[in-house]
């Protein structure tokens, strides 16, 4: 039987003086649309949760298909489809009641719209504030509106956080040649924690039947498996960057985690928390429980007490 909740081994963990009981964070975009969603998410044991991110009008998002399913994972191009921010607040008012802390994401195309989105969505009781400036897959955002570079993502930074003192995270690109700069751009900008990574790409899957792509987009970021030893050593560079720049900030590891061993290569690259999108698909949204589980169970045979003893522990 694995170790119940609160007993040893401590997987709890703290990000920015928020207190999670254990490290799984649902990642944006996956299952995060409504308060009710999140709530099953919630109870299905989750150390937190991320919504699906919002802009400031409503968006269709690309065409259908927007995502497949492959061998080592899926590519997508949802391409931000959401209600908007007005419904938004109406949708998450009160969110702060959930069992667990619930993180917004606020994205726009240039600094004074990510800004305009996240004002009006803090007060709704969010815990945090996630601003993705790295989808490589939807014009007008993220890398194709060049938010990836160190002086856009300070610049964004520094924007959102003038309006919200709660805890903010950037979240980073994989395809950018140097990560640990851009991490120590959103540090610059007034961040608290980085989010590491967004999808990797954009790929191509083509049916050779009809001779065509298969998404709709032609391409689409891909996540799951194939990302996750390229999203490892994006947190092991942000987590050695932030070192030798004698900077302490939380780093949410993300790309491919789906069992309680993917968790821990996270947490020894650097990470504090971990999150977890296309292995909801595939392990079913029981999957938080059964990371938790299994990471208890590791930290037991590995003779680990608490996840601070070996965080970052493959850095120099
Ligand atoms: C269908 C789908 C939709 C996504 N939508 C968003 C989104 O709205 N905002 C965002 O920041 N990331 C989005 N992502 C990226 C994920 O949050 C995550 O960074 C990425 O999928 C890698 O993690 P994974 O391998 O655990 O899925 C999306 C990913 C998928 C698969």
Redesign the pocket.
Known sequence: MPAAEGQKPDISVNLCGIALSNPTVL????LGISKEMLRRVAECGAGAATI??VTLEPREGHNNPT?IAFEA??L?A?G?SNPGVDEAVGEFQGIGELPIPIFA?A?GTEAEEFAQVAARLMPCGFAAL?I?L??PHTPGYGILAGHGTPEATERITRAVRSVTDRPLFV?LSPNVPAIGEVALAALEGGADGISA???LGPGMIINVETREPVLDFKMG?V??PA??PV?VRCVYDVAGALRRAKKRAPIIG????ACGRDAMEMIMAGATAV?????VYERGIEVFRRIGDELRDLCGRLGIESLGEVRGAVLD
Not at 254 to 257: F, P, Q, T
């Open positions: 990642a944006s975009g996956i699906k991110s995502v994972g899926m997508n949802v931000y994401s994205v996630e993705p790295s989808c979240k990574v967004n999808t970021g996540s799951g990302l996750r999203a993300i790309g491919g985690v999150g977890v999108g296309t292995a």
